[in-house]
């Protein structure tokens, strides 16, 4: 079965510093990987996705994800924090074994960027 | 704006009640979906369409009961719910199954007193 952990329920970083926020994935065939983000009040909103290609995948508002797959894991990274981006990230994996409509996400991981 | 709407944005009801909430696609996607969003919980997928018919059912209590006219809509109707069922109730589009991205609406929050 398809799955999607985050480490981490926080994760606080300063204005300008870099942040990573972690995921790993456990898939019984090729892993299609996609990071969302939920501002307060938002639904859910596409990031990034990893289908194929290149490990570094770079998506919306400067956000990129490393795919790896020697340590089943596809965290996401941008080099320098704002504010804005402050924020609930949810990983997500498709589950092709079900015919591809299910989308299994992660608990998330609310990020908090401080001036 | 990402093309998904959903009213009402906020919902009270009592136990006894009857309501639906409904959700409107204008990308021209094939499939939508209903999701919960519980406090310190993972999404849970409630149900899909794709080209109007019902591909997924997780095993959701009957008093939730979906509804999908035409490709555009979604509707859930709700009755005889529990204080349990109070969430973010999220409903998503994608162009088909499989690799596409979805399409998020705000979100209807439901609170059953």
């Known amino acids: 079965a398809q799955s999607v952990a985050q480490p981490e329920d926080q994760v606080n970083v300063a204005e300008g510093n870099p942040l990573t926020v972690k995921c790993t994935y456990s898939?019984?065939?090729?892993?299609?990987l996609f990071w969302y983000v939920q501002y307060p009040n938002r639904g859910l909103q596409f990031l990034l996705k990893?289908?194929?290609?290149?490990?570094l995948v770079k998506g919306s508002y400067g956000f990129e994800a490393e795919f790896n797959k020697s340590q089943t894991s596809f965290h996401l990274k941008k080099p320098s924090a704002l504010v804005s981006d402050s924020a609930l990230y949810f990983c997500?994996?498709?589950?092709?074994?079900?015919?591809?409509?299910?989308?299994?996400f992660g608990a998330g991981t609310r990020l908090f960027v401080k001036a | 704006e990402t093309g998904v709407t959903q009213t009402p944005r906020h919902l009270v009801m009592g136990m006894t009640n009857k309501k639906s909430l409904k959700c409107e696609q204008h990308?021209?996607?094939?499939?939508m979906y209903w999701y919960k969003q519980s406090a310190k919980k993972p999404l849970e997928l409630m149900f899909v369409y794709s080209l109007e018919e019902r591909v997924e059912n997780n095993s959701v209590p009957s008093r939730f009961s979906p509804e999908c006219p035409n490709s555009s809509h979604l509707f859930l109707h709700l009755h005889t719910l529990q204080p349990e069922d109070s969430a973010l109730y999220l409903c998503a589009s994608s162009q088909d199954r499989g690799l596409d991205t979805q399409y998020f609406g705000p979100g209807t929050r439901l609170t059953v007193l």
């Open positions: 898939v019984s065939g090729n892993p299609y």
């Open positions: 990308l021209g996607h094939n499939a």
């Open positions: 997500a994996v498709r589950d092709m074994d079900t015919g591809g409509f299910k989308t299994i």
């Open positions: 990893y289908i194929t290609g290149d490990n």
